[in-house]
């Protein structure tokens, strides 16, 4: 820790980045804000020069139709072949690409020659699917190679795919497939979770059932994984590895326009309905990967980078597949959860491996604080130079274990903000230049403005907690949320016209660091994953026994937030017994939504405090599941209601 180099009114925690690590960072010259903030498209031009552009493009933005924007428009790339063909052409095809450690211990190695063949010989066979340009392709798959070798191979054919989580439910993987026309589905038998199989096939089919089974999709494409037992439908499924046999691994990709699509990313929203995020190719591959070689300090030829998240969240296509490939970097991709067979696992993998850069969420962290730091210590991890962290603010404490803990107290921490809509990294420190305080995202990146304005759209003062915008587009920004330009713009522009509302309180401090504050709307944040409470809602309502219910997010030590519902039974049922309801309910949420959106509790209560209007209070609800005295009830329509439910809560702690 240091203090002498610190700007005027700083907290006193700050770490500076050592001589050692500063002389040999990627970004050590602090002109590269100016400069970018100069100029922030003549910046985007070059740093979009780092990629191989088919057809040159000459003009950098099309802002003439906001909240539209169009960047790079008149060129053309291949985005597989940037992360892939060049660099075997650059002479790199021996570089390892992926370190692939299952879960149950088997491993495998794929060079860049390797995967770069594995994508061409994928994309031949998806050809003969008939695959083409602009067809969308739902992937419902474990964390294995061939997720990897599929978004690839869609991408080099100029479609775009809908990755699912492997966690998400039938109906969930459905509305997905549904909302986009998907016209193919790859998918696996199985995966490995937590020491057994965890079945993905018979989602997909359950998923293509309903509605009477009528979709758009027509085949379904299936990895042999974890060998589990599945149905086949003659006319339908396909074999993966049966199917590849017959294709070599020759295909010459060819340049689609920048604003091709590249993928749809379903993401919660303030409704019940999710938002399919829609990414398009040369803005996108420019961000990613611009800022995964200055965020994290990349060095191609020596660095082992390894980040865990699926590849199911925004976070798995920007930093494990795009941004890590476009830069040829190597990497290890883990199929499992952390404390299998031990919580020793990811350290384990980190020795082995030589791990030099790490990137994880704080929920993992802290559950790893929870275990102990005798764990990670019977590891060597002193392969590790740069850490990272995404997905909500890191709590100071966990901080300042992973510094000392997993990085020897030396490693430069990124705590790196972004949205799956912003598709790139936007605010983090740059490990060479920030001196680092615990718990900030600190910086814009550079070529990227933002700032924290109050509900009438002018700045607050330093110190002041407000709403975070980003004052201009940049090359990695949503396009639109598919299908649906209206909600595109009453999500996120309608409120400060054209500049963007990502829904994060914010709040700066007096050197203009960035402090998040986590959400303004009705979305919680449970393990790093965005939840949308009206989502649970109306998956609680749709059980039979349910009259109506309301959720919240509550503060939780190890998941950030946890999800806890507000349940009234109907009157006239006799499904549910008292003791029933709440097991039932969490299942029943698990089944219609995923494992992942199960709540931590359930109360079964006779009313929700509600305004005179009729709008549930759902803060009040929020402190009594937090635990504290309920605030001022007086606006609502019966005041008795919260002090029973808050007697029911406290009852239950
Ligand atoms: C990448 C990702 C986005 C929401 C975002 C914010 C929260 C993410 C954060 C962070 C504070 C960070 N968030 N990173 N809050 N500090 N470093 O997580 O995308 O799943 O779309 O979630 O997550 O609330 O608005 P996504």
Redesign the pocket.
């Known amino acids: 820790m240091e203090s002498h180099h610190l700007p005027e009114g700083a907290t006193p925690e700050t770490y500076a980045p050592s001589p050692e690590f500063r002389d040999q960072a990627n970004v050590a010259d602090s002109s590269v804000y100016w400069r970018a903030a100069q100029d922030p498209e003549g910046y985007w031009a070059e740093q979009a020069q780092n990629l191989q552009w088919t057809r040159p493009f000459t003009e950098v933005l099309d802002w003439t139709n906001p909240p539209f924007a169009k960047w790079f428009q008149d060129g053309e790339l291949n985005v597989a072949a940037n992360c892939l063909d060049r660099h075997v052409a650059a002479g790199n095809g021996d570089r390892v690409a992926l370190h692939f450690e299952g879960e149950p211990g088997d491993t495998r190695t794929l060079t860049y020659a390797e995967l770069t063949h594995e994508v061409k010989r994928a994309a031949n066979m998806l050809t003969s699917l008939g695959v083409e340009a602009g067809d969308r392709v739902a992937i419902y798959m474990p964390m294995i190679p061939e997720t990897v070798i599929a978004m690839l191979a869609v991408a080099r054919l100029g479609a775009a795919h809908s990755v699912v989580f492997g966690g998400f439910s039938a109906e969930s993987l459905r509305a997905r497939i549904d909302d986009a026309e998907a016209r193919l589905v790859i998918t696996a038998d199985g995966g490995w979770r937590k020491g057994r199989v965890s079945a993905l096939k018979p989602t997909v089919d359950d998923a293509l059932a309903l509605n009477g089974g009528g979709s758009t999709v027509t085949r379904v494409l299936v990895v042999e994984r974890a060998g589990n037992e599945v149905a086949f439908d003659e006319d339908r499924d396909l074999w993966w590895h049966r199917e590849i046999t017959a294709f070599d691994g020759e295909h010459e990709p060819q340049g689609f326009p920048a604003e091709n699509p590249l993928f749809i990313l379903y993401?919660s929203g303030t409704t019940g309905k999710p938002k399919g995020?829609l990414h398009t190719s040369g803005g996108y591959l420019t961000q990613v990967s611009t800022t995964h070689r200055d965020v994290f300090d990349l060095k191609p030829e020596t660095d082992v980078y390894w980040c865990t998240a699926d590849i199911g969240?925004?976070?798995g296509h920007?930093y494990v597949v795009y941004g890590p490939l476009a830069n040829g970097a190597t990497q290890v991709i883990y199929e499992g959860t952390p404390e299998t067979p031990d919580w020793g696992r990811w350290w384990s993998i980190i020795q082995k491996y030589g791990v030099t850069i790490f990137y994880t969420?704080?929920t993992a962290i802290r559950a790893c604080m929870k275990v102990g730091r005798q764990v990670p210590e019977q590891y060597d991890l002193s392969s590790i130079r740069v850490l990272g962290?995404?997905?909500?603010?890191?709590n100071p404490e966990a901080w300042r274990w992973y510094r000392e803990v997993i990085g020897a107290g030396s490693a430069p921490i990124v705590?790196?903000?972004?949205?799956?809509?912003?598709g790139a990294?936007m605010?983090?420190p740059l490990p060479g230049l920030t001196h680092l305080k615990p718990g900030s995202?600190q910086v814009p990146q550079p070529g990227i403005s933002v700032a924290v304005v109050g509900e009438d759209g002018e700045p607050v003062d330093n110190g002041q907690g407000g709403l975070l915008v980003v004052q201009r587009p940049w090359p990695s920004m949503v396009r639109t949320i598919w299908g649906d330009d209206q909600r595109f713009i009453d999500t996120y522009w309608a409120k400060f016209g054209d500049r963007y509302f990502?829904?994060?309180g914010a709040r700066l401090d007096d050197d203009g660091d960035v402090w998040?504050l986590?959400?303004v709307d009705d979305?919680m944040?449970v393990s790093?994953?965005?939840l949308s409470t009206a989502e649970i809602e109306s998956a609680l309502v749709e059980h039979h026994a349910v009259a109506e219910s309301a959720v919240v997010g509550a503060d939780d030590e190890t998941t950030g937030q946890a999800v806890v519902a507000f349940v009234i039974l109907k009157t006239q049922q006799s499904i549910l017994s008292l003791e029933d309801a709440e097991p039932e309910l969490k299942k029943h949420v698990a089944a219609q939504i995923g494992a992942i959106a199960r709540p931590r509790q359930i109360f079964i209560v006779s009313e929700l405090p509600k305004t005179r209007s009729g709008k549930i209070m759902r803060r009040l609800l929020k402190d009594a599941a937090e635990g504290r005295d309920v605030g001022d009830t007086t606006t609502l329509a019966d005041t008795a209601v919260m002090q029973t439910i808050s007697d029911r809560v406290r009852s239950e702690r």
């Open positions: 993401t995020i969240w925004i976070t920007s969420a704080p962290s995404v997905g909500e603010p890191i705590d790196t903000w972004w949205q799956t809509e912003t990294i605010i983090s995202a990502a829904g994060d998040l986590g959400r979305v944040n790093g994953h965005r």
